[in-house]
Every structure is written in structure tokens, then in C-alpha cells.
């Protein structure tokens, strides 16, 4: 049995395939999650919706109590970390990680970046020892396996590697720099280009990121399930 976690963080709540305004990657992701339900029907599913309820922000006690160890903490550091803890543990328990993703000022959304934030915390997903010669910090989630998703959207477009104004997309590189220093490296991902326009090239670029994600479903079922797949 498999664990998606399905992350959204668009600001906008509803999804762009039944409402006007909705929002692009929830779309995606709601479809990423639909064809894997489908696909692994015992499957369990975990959402988190950051763009609904942001995580808290790192703030002077999260570090303090992030940076001291677990036997010397105080029940207030605990209950500081209380959040970041549950984060971290359903993204342990993930074998699969969704993650709709859109672009604001060239970067992600201030909710996914306290998600980030929560996540990468030292002693839980990296470890760090300054006497360690040569490699003080190290991942602590590299033997796991997991696969991440990132499905953007955008409202100009040519921000895709080898494009116009991919040197000014902050979206997928960042990302993609926390979760290998956390030990994910198995990365993917999928965007919508050409929103502030909504003519026919929106449509067809969301035409294309959908069947982008259905590529991506198949790909990663069968490298979780290869037996089944024969
Ligand atoms: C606060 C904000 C900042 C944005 N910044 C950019 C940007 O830097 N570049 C861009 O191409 N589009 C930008 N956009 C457009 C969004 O990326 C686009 O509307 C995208 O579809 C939003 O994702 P969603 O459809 O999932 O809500 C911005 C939109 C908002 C609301």
C-alpha cells in the first residue's frame, strides 16, 4: 500500500476545471490525486492545504527549540514544535508527495515557504555535526525512496528550463535544493503557463500539463508497483 500526501497552496480555493477563477494547480493536483486513487485503490491519501491554513512561521522560540536537543527541551518547546512534528511526520509517512505550487513573485507562495520551513529541520530530516570532517550536514531522508511532484502554474510563460525567462523561475530550483538537501532527489513535476492571458494558449498548456500528470502517474505507479504492472 502506498501513501500520497497531496499538498495544495494556491491562495484561490476552488479549481479552475469547475470555477471561473479556481485555481490552476489544485486543478492538477486534485487530478494528480483522482488518477492515483484510481490506479492503487488501497492507496491512502493525506491532504494538507497550506494555501487554506498556512503554517506557522519560523519565529526566535521555533529555533530555539528546533536547535535544542529533544531530552533537554522544555514542554514549551514541544508544544512550539508541535506543528513543524506533525508536518514532519506526514511527509515520513508519504511514499508520494503532490504538491500544487504556484508561482508568486517569481518564487513559491509565503504559505509553501513556512511549509519548507517546518520541514527541513535539523535532527529530523537533515542531521548536522560540526566536528564531522568534510560533511557537517547530511540528509536523513535518503533511504526512503519517496517521489515528489511539483505541479506550478504561472501567469506569463517561458519559464521552463532552456527558455525566454527560466532565470527567473525561483518555483521548481528552490524547492528542488531543500528537498535534496532533505534526502528527496526523485523530483518531478508539471506547470501552466499563459494564465494572465486566458486565450487558447492557457488552454492548451493546461491540456498539456494534464496529460503531463497522467504521464506521471502511470510513470510512478510502475515504479512503485513493477510487479503488479506484468
Ligand atoms: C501574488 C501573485 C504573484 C504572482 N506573481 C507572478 C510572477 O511572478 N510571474 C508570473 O508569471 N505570474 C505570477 N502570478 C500569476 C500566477 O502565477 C498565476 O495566476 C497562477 O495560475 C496562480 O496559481 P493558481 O492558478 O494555482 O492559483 C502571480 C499571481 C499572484 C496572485
Known sequence: MTTLLHLDSSARPGTSANQSFGSHTR?????????????HPDAA???RDLGAEPPQH??????????TKPEQRLPWMDAVLRESDQLIDELCAAD????????????????????????????RTFGFDRARAG?????????DRKSFVILSSRGDHGYSQGQRIAHMNHVEPSITTALRYIGITDVHGAAVEFDEFGDGRLRASIVAAE?????LVAQLGAQRHPASDS
Open 45 to 47: 491519501v493525506i491532504h
Open 27 to 39: 486543478r492538477l493536483a486534485a487530478r494528480f490525486v483522482a488518477g492515483w486513487r484510481a490506479a
Open 211 to 215: 496529460s503531463q500528470v497522467d504521464e
Open 135 to 143: 560533511a557537517p550536514y547530511w540528509p536523513l531522508l535518503d533511504q
Open 96 to 123: 508520494v508527495i503532490v504538491a500544487g505550487v504556484p508561482m508568486y513573485n517569481f518564487n513559491v507562495p509565503a504559505q509553501f515557504k513556512a511549509y519548507i520551513d517546518n520541514i527541513v529541520r535539523v535532527g
Open 58 to 67: 519560523v519565529t526566535g522560540e521555533w529555533i530555539h527549540a528546533a536547535f
